[in-house]
Structures are given as structure tokens and as C-alpha cells.
């Protein structure tokens, strides 16, 4: 049965503000993966590891990928869901999101300091994860707030529509603790249930990005992390703090804007995972200058996002030319750009990244970065039935993945008629 999705929004996010009831899978709003099969037909399948096939039909049952046949004939339009002309993949994955950032009731950057109800945050939250969801990103990393506890439990038992939420749940940026308090703050988060270590190893943008961390503090945190057996990602913005993060070990780096060709080879020597951004966040501060303005960002806070954007294209460029560099795709979606994260998708080809290897690097290998490839990130048998389609062919015109027409995670249809 085609589910009305506001309507399970809005009875989901009743269950939100009920607080502390907790609700077992079978009475959530949202019903979970069935044992029902549910086949899909289409013109074109992209199976997340570069490989295309044609007139496919994918069964999935119980939330998993039971088989995945190609040049089906007639057998095709007995699909559940017949979607023509359309292109399969698998659900897009985006390494660095904080869908806690929102746009609160007197039109500013929600903060802890502004007069939002709990309500109200929740809702703002809810939101940003469906629109999130309906652009086609079935999981997200965030990077991280701890009321990403509550997203992700709601999520996981089918009480909001949203993609699934990896959390850091925190960010650690203070540079006066010392190496043990260091390590001791990334038990706690590790104790709380965070999925992954997020720290600052550099300043931001606008302050020039210099490394703030010492290297010993660096080693601290991102040795730990390994200790504990969590990832470590880490904001980095100048080349020194990329060349300090990647020789201490960390697991995966973000921005990067400065890095040279000397940081993108380290990087590659040393297997650190580059989540570079090249335009959308940058460009949705820039859009909404009159938010953002209201919210305490400055001229030069513009003019530096402003200047950013050709930088980050001319490093990107430099990644994609280093050899082994594993790059994956994050955008940095903050306020405003839930729900547009395929737009950096754009902006990355634009650069020079082939099509195809940009729908690699938001699928199967984002999965495995994140340490989910075993079960997430392509479209075949044995996997989680996290699977979208797009209008037209995104391997030929990457613009396709902005025309989201199905949406599936989980086995469980969010979006796509019968
Ligand atoms: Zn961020």
C-alpha cells in the first residue's frame, strides 16, 4: 500500500514530542520492512560499483536485496513498481550533514541561546531529515550534536521518515585538555554511542584555518579512536593541519580547502579517506545572506566563503589527479541545504569528476569509508534494500540525480508510485 508521506510525518512527530514512550517496530507510525516481496522494474540500474545493466528487475524482501536480474522482458511489467524509463541506484550517502542546524521561529540560526521549544527543534530536526530523505540520501554522517541520539533512534524504529544517522554526537575542539582528558572525552562519546570521533585539528575557514591542536594532542584523540574501534574524522582546512591529521593517523579528513599536491599524495600514501567540499555549502551561506547575516556572519565571513569556492575546485581538481586518493562524498549540509546535498554532486563534476565515479564515491565508496560497505552502498544480492531512481541517466548527465523518483531504505518505499 503507497503510504501518504506528510501524514506519516505528522504522526511521527507526534511520537517525538510524546517524550519518553517508547514503541516497539510493529506500532511505530511508519510500518518497517515487511516479509511481503518487492519487486522494481526499470530501464537502467547503477549498481553503486560502476557497473551499468539494463531492463532490470530487483527483488527485495524483509529489508534486504534478494536478486538482481537483468534484460527481464515481459517479466518486467509485473513489477510492484514499474519505473519505466528511470534509472536504479543505490541510495545516495553523504559523509558529513548536521541536520541539527535550523532556521529557528524568529528566522536565525537556531542556537541554545534563542527561545525555540524542545517542540519546535524536533519538528525543525524531523524536517530536515525528510527533505533529506526525498533528495535521495538514505544515510547521512553527522557531524555531530548529541540531538542526533534521538534522530537516529526515531529513524531506527520507524517513527520519522529520514535517511539512517551515523553520529559523532559532538565535535572536540578544546585545545587546553590534555592528551589523557583528550582521551578520556573520546570514551565518553564512544560511551554515549557515538558511531564515529569528529574533532577540529584546525581553525576555520574564516580565521585562515591553522592547525589548533598540537600533533601529540592530534595523535591523542585519533589513537584512541582506533583504540576504542571508532573512526576519527576530522576538520581540517590549511595544509599544515591536513598534513598533522593524516601523520596521526586520523581516519578520514574534511575540507581540506589549502591542501597541496604534497597533502593529497600523503593522504593517498597513507590511506586517509578525503571528504573535500567544493561548492554547497559555501554557496548556501552565500544564498542566504540575509539568514546568516541575522545570525551573526559577517561581510568577511561572506567574502570568505565567496573566495573559497574557487580555491576548493582548484584542490579538487589537484585530488582528483593524485593517484589512490580514496575521495568520498560529503557536502557539510547545514541549515538550508538539507534536502539540496545532491547539488555538490553537480559542482564535483563540474570540476572534472567523471559522472559516474561521483555516483561511486556517494555510494559504494562512502560505504565502505564509513565502515558500512559490507552491507550498504550497492545494489545487489545480500544487501540492504537502500535503493532510489532517478529520472533520466545521471552516468550521462550527473543533473538526473537532482529528479529523485522512488525512494526506498530499508526494504520500506518513502517515495514512488505503483
Ligand atoms: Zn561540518
Redesign the pocket.
Known sequence: MRRSLPAALGVAILAVCAGHTRLDAQDSPIAGPGTAPITLHAATLIDGRGKVTHDVLVSVRAGKIERVEAGVGARGRGATYDLGSATLLPGLIDA?V?PGWYINSQGALHSGRDTDTPAQSALARAGNMYATLMAGFTTIQS?GGMEDLDLRDAVNRWQIPGPRVLTSLGQINNKNLSVDSLRSVVRAYKAQGADVIKLFASAGLGAGGAQTFSDEQLAAICGEAKTVGSRSVV?AISAGSVRAATLAGCTEI?HGTFATDAELKLMAEHGTIFDPQVCL?FQNYIDHRDVYGRSGYTEASFTSLANAIPTATEMFKHALATPKLQIIFGT?A?ALAHGRNADELLCRVKAGRKPMDAVTSATSLAAKALGLGDHLGVVAAGFDADIIAVRGDPAASIEAVRNVVFVMRGGVVFAGKH
Open positions: 558529513h548536521h557531524v576538520h574534511e555549502v557539510d547545514v
